[in-house]
């Protein structure tokens, strides 16, 4: 038990330490590229604007896999005793939703597409086992890209 | 029509207070569930308890597996002989100790080096040869017995086994939701260490009333302390910290034998153990 | 607000499209709630708590996602979507996004 009890201590701060750090990057990179996409327009509407004939339209997508660290899971493993918001994994899906949908820009801007249409929003998630789980969410962001079309 | 993407300002999806916050508040608030939990549960079987026959107790024991080992070898002509010797004084002990008539105590001799002795349910005392062997005169081997009759009489065996049932339900049902397995294990430890904190009182009242029939029995206490100084001797490699074990330190038990020890006056003598256990001593070493 | 998952809102026009606004949250019931649902999986039948919460999480995410929008000026979200996931068990997680527009 002793030794279960520095194992767990370790972990915590392993996870906190490091789980923390690699989120302020995240966050720091997906606001950064943010503003860098920010010419390339998306809606989640399924008609394309009115004269915005001349298009190619092509499916692109983009995904991510992220996964909670061990700080994370304990605190919403507390929290799911006594109820109410699971702020831990909040930012998890925050951070997996912003970076779906930045992959999907990037893979837009590869086709030299202007605009991306009927954007949608697919997640699922990778939970192995009970006991040892890995918890981690799959977001998937995909769309039509418009890219004029080279005459 | 118009078309454009706003810039949409930060922190709607995400809450801004500080997950260390968080994880303190809940694991204190929580832990002081757990152990408000586990102690009320504990007293309230400590209370119950009594209500179970004695005679329960007994035929619970006759399936328990502890006493089995005990019964199933079978004595050498000698080992016999050390089992109704020690039969013998725990009897004479207990009615120092005025165990109430319902109760009786069966002493189990065990013919292995493990340095231990511990009380069972119905009444069930075993007693290993390496802890015997260890005990230097009667006055520790009668100090180590009526520690485990004072168990026995406080029906130890099965509250700890009520309380070990009661907490390990309790326990067992925060596992059935939630990502608990990690939360659970940190909710687990807090119920062990508490209930073990529990035990270590039930210990120090053992003590004291092994001690008072010492006084009774032989007219003083002197001696008991080198029961004490046999287990420390017996364990010194692996001694388990003091917030962990379930027997209070060696010092602390020492020092409660000293406070007893101060209204000895003068010289005392320590009657001897019989001649056969220190032969088997001599021929096993 | 008006908040819709059609694209054209009869006798109404958009006159400005501002992007997609979203909005996700993830809560949990107490642990009572939990057992209870435990229970209720050998009987059947609705499980009345985590409906609520079901419910409870999927207005806080349209919520959120009202609130972006209120931000950067929209008074209407069309073509709204919900997506839900499962990182943990017993507990929710949802998406509401949609497109903010400004009607007239």
Do not use: C, W
């Not at chain 1, 493993?77 to 925050?94: D, K, Q």
């Not at chain 2, 026959?53 to 050498?76: H, M, R």
């Not at chain 2, 180590?144 to 009661?166: D, T």
């Amino acid at each position: 038990m002793n030794i279960d009890i520095y194992v767990f201590v370790t972990l915590l701060v392993l996870g906190y330490v490091f789980g923390r750090l690699a989120e302020k990057k995240h966050f720091k990179s997906i606001i950064e590229r943010e503003k860098k996409y920010k010419d390339l327009l998306t809606f989640s509407e399924r008609l394309p604007p009115p004269g915005m004939n001349n298009t190619d339209a092509e499916l692109v997508g983009g995904s991510v896999v992220i996964s909670v660290d061990y700080f994370k899971r304990i605190v919403a493993g507390l929290r799911s005793i006594v109820g109410g918001r699971l702020t831990t994994y909040e930012s998890l899906l925050e951070r997996a939703r912003r970076e779906a949908i930045l992959r999907m820009k990037e893979a837009a801007i590869d086709k030299g597409a202007i605009m991306v249409i009927n954007v949608k929003l697919e997640t699922s998630s990778i939970t192995k086992g009970k006991g040892q789980q890995i918890g981690s969410v799959e977001v998937y962001a995909y769309g039509t890209a418009l890219s004029p079309i080279a005459v | 029509m118009k078309y454009e993407n706003r810039t949409i300002p930060e922190g709607i999806n995400v809450s801004e207070e500080h997950p260390l916050k968080e994880f303190f508040i809940l694991a204190l608030g929580l832990g002081a569930i757990t152990i408000l939990v586990v102690v009320m549960l504990s007293l309230a079987i400590g209370k119950l308890v009594h209500f179970i026959p004695f005679s329960v107790e007994q035929s619970l024991a006759s399936s328990s597996f502890a006493t089995d080992i005990a019964d199933d070898v079978v004595l050498s002509k000698e080992q016999q002989r050390i089992e109704d010797y020690l039969q013998q004084l725990a009897d004479e002990l207990s009615v120092a100790q005025q165990l109430p008539n319902d109760m009786n105590i069966i002493v189990h001799y065990v013919d292995g080096d493990t340095v231990n002795a511990f009380a069972t349910l119905g009444g069930n005392i075993i007693i290993y040869r390496g802890l015997i062997e260890l005990l230097p005169h009667e006055n520790a081997l009668a100090m180590l017995l009526s520690h485990e009759i004072a168990h026995i009489k406080q029906r130890a065996p099965i509250v700890s086994l009520g309380r070990g049932v009661a907490v390990g339900l309790v326990l067992a049902s925060l596992s059935g939701f939630g990502d608990s397995s990690v939360s659970q294990q940190l909710i687990g430890n807090v119920g062990l260490l508490t209930s073990l904190t529990f035990s270590r009182d039930q210990e120090e009242q053992a003590d004291i009333e092994a001690l008072q029939t010492l006084e009774k029995y032989y007219g003083h206490t002197a001696g008991a302390e080198s029961l004490f100084e046999a287990l420390s001797e017996g364990e010194s490699a692996l001694n388990p910290p003091k917030l962990l074990s379930t027997h209070p330190q060696t010092e602390d038990r020492l020092e409660r034998v000293g406070r007893f020890n101060g209204s000895t006056i003068g010289a005392v003598s320590y009657k001897p153990l019989p001649a056969f256990l220190i032969k088997e001593e001599a021929f096993s070493r | 607000m008006l908040v819709t998952n059609i694209e054209i809102i009869p006798g109404k026009r958009v006159t400005t499209h501002l992007g997609m606004v979203q909005g996700n949250t993830v809560r949990s019931k107490h642990a009572g709630r939990d057992i209870m649902a435990g229970l209720k999986n050998i009987f059947g039948g609705e499980l009345v708590g985590y409906t609520e919460l079901l419910q409870e999480s999927r207005e806080e995410a349209t919520a959120r996602m009202v609130q972006q929008a209120k931000e950067i000026g929209a008074n209407a979200v069309i073509n709204v979507r919900y997506s839900t996931s499962s990182v943990t068990a017993g507990a929710a997680e949802l998406f509401a996004y949609g497109t903010a527009v400004i009607i007239e």
